[in-house]
T-cell receptor, first 112, second 111 residues
Framework: KAGVTQTPRYLIKTRGQQVTLSCSPI?????VSWYQQTPGQGLQFLFE???????NKGNFPGRFSGRQFSNSRSEMNVSTLELGDSALYLC???????????FGNGTRLTVT | SQQGEEDPQALSIQEGENATMNCSYK?????LQWYRQNSGRGLVHLIL?????REKHSGRLRVTLDTSKKSSSLLITASRAADTASYFC???????????FGTGTRLQVFP
C-alpha cells in the first residue's frame, strides 16, 4: 500500500499570497488530519476531516481552511500568508477514530 | 497549550544503553500513543496504550501508563544509532476526538 503523499514537498511564498497544500491518504482511510509543526510551538492540530465533513478544528484563524473530497484526498488553504505561517505542514490519515495516524513527509512552507 | 509535556527535552546516550522518556498530560484520556520523527520527515507511529492498560511491549520498546498520575514513559532498550530521532507522546482526550501531541524529546544515540 502506498503511504500518505503530500505535495508539494517545498514551497516558498511571499507575505500576502495564498497557498494550497495537497494530501492523498492511504487507500481506504477516510480520516485526514492536518498539523502545523514549528520549532517554537511544536505540533499544533489544525483540523480533521472524515467522509468530506470537518469533524474537528484547532485554534487557528479563519485564514486556515481545508476540505476533503469524495475520494478522501484533502487540501488545506492558507490565505493572506504571514511570516509566522512558515512551518512544516503535516497531513495524517487513519481508518477512523481510535486508530493510529499515518503521516506524510510534510510540506515545508517558507513565507518571505 | 500542549496537552502533553515530554521530559527530558533532549537526551544523549551511547549505543547499547537504555533510553527513558517521560510524558505528562493534563486531562483524562482514551488512549496515549508514542510517535518517532526523523529530522524533517513525517511521524511514525510506535505504540498505542489504552487507558485501561498499564504496560505494553513492542520489540525493544516498553510503554507504561499511570492514569492516576497522568503520566507515561517510553523505554527503548539496547539503543542503536538508528534510534536517533525525536519522540512524541500524543493523547486522545475524552470528548475531543482529536490527537494532541506533546513537546517531544530529542534522542541522540552515539555509536
Amino acid at each position: 500500500k502506498a503511504g500518505v503523499t503530500q505535495t508539494p514537498r517545498y514551497l516558498i511564498k511571499t507575505r500576502g499570497q495564498q497557498v494550497t497544500l495537497s494530501c492523498s491518504p492511504i487507500s481506504g482511510h477516510r480520516s485526514v488530519s492536518w498539523y502545523q509543526q514549528t520549532p517554537g510551538q511544536g505540533l499544533q492540530f489544525l483540523f480533521e476531516y472524515f467522509s468530506e465533513t470537518q469533524r474537528n478544528k484547532g485554534n487557528f484563524p479563519g485564514r486556515f481552511s481545508g476540505r476533503q473530497f469524495s475520494n478522501s484526498r484533502s487540501e488545506m488553504n492558507v490565505s493572506t500568508l504571514e511570516l509566522g505561517d512558515s512551518a512544516l505542514y503535516l497531513c495524517a490519515s487513519s481508518p477512523g477514530l481510535d486508530s493510529p495516524l499515518h503521516f506524510g513527509n510534510g510540506t515545508r512552507l517558507t513565507v518571505t | 497549550s500542549q496537552q502533553g509535556e515530554e521530559d527530558p527535552q533532549a537526551l544523549s546516550i551511547q549505543e547499547g544503553e537504555n533510553a527513558t522518556m517521560n510524558c505528562s498530560y493534563k486531562t483524562s484520556i482514551n488512549n496515549l500513543q508514542w510517535y518517532r520523527q526523523n529530522s524533517g520527515r513525517g511521524l511514525v507511529h510506535l505504540i498505542l496504550i489504552r487507558s485501561n492498560e498499564r504496560e505494553k511491549h513492542s520489540g525493544r520498546l516498553r510503554v507504561t501508563l499511570d492514569t492516576s498520575k497522568k503520566s507515561s514513559s517510553l523505554l527503548i532498550t539496547a539503543s542503536r544509532a538508528a534510534d536517533t530521532a525525536s519522540y512524541f507522546c500524543a493523547t486522545d482526550p475524552f470528548n475531543t476526538d482529536k490527537l494532541i501531541f506533546g513537546t517531544g524529546t530529542r534522542l541522540q544515540v552515539f555509536p
